[in-house]
């Protein structure tokens, strides 16, 4: 009989109403059992992607040392290359000029004698005119003893110099191959 009390509308509305609670509790704890799962799986996701980002900044940071270091050396690479090239430059330019130098003072040495022994043998020669004073020189002949071809000479063997000098450091590689040698 008691069970007939039951069987009324607010009975089975109640029974209805435990049901329903009941079957929202259960999937209540299921759900919140799935979202733990999740939970706990999203959370060993974050603790690797934390390691993974600091492994990331160790390798960044050894990475950049490491270029920085490699950059230091390949500057001073560079730097003694460069400064080797300038010595030399600077050594080949003045042995050159210096070679010049000697070969005009021994010319200008000999022109006095030259010009006395090209006097002696200048004798008149009919049907020579007068705009023709003496047999012309060969080609390059005794052209040194000239201030302005010594000073030619001189700017010549200079832009020859900075010639080769501009071409020997444009030949230094500044980012790490192996500077050639000239």
């Known amino acids: 009989m008691i069970w ?26 299921i759900e919140l059992r799935h979202e733990r799962k999740a939970a706990n799986r999203f959370e060993r996701l974050y603790r690797a992607e934390v390691q993974a980002h600091a492994a990331t900044a ?20 560079v730097r003694a ?4 090239i300038s010595e030399r430059s600077a050594y080949d330019y003045e042995t050159r000029l210096a070679a010049a130098r000697a070969r005009a ?16 043998r200048a004798a008149p020669v009919p ?3 007068a705009a023709a004073p003496g047999a012309a020189p060969a080609p390059g002949q005794d052209r040194l003893p000239d201030p302005d071809a010594l000073i030619a000479t001189e700017q010549a063997i200079q832009l020859d110099a900075l010639i080769a000098w501009v071409r ?3 030949a230094v590689d500044p980012n790490g191959a192996a500077t050639p040698q000239n």
């Open 4 to 29: 007939l009390r039951l069987l009324n509308p607010q009975g089975i509305a109640g029974l209805a109403a435990a049901l329903i609670l009941g079957l929202l509790l259960a999937a209540a704890k």
């Open 58 to 77: 160790a390798n960044v940071r050894t990475a950049t040392a490491a270029a920085r270091a490699a950059d230091r050396a390949n500057a001073t690479r």
């Open 81 to 84: 290359a460069q400064t080797g």
């Open 105 to 120: 003072g021994r010319l200008r040495a000999q022109a006095p004698a030259r010009a006395a022994v090209g006097d002696r």
């Open 127 to 129: 049907g020579l005119s």
């Open 168 to 170: 020997a450091q444009g």
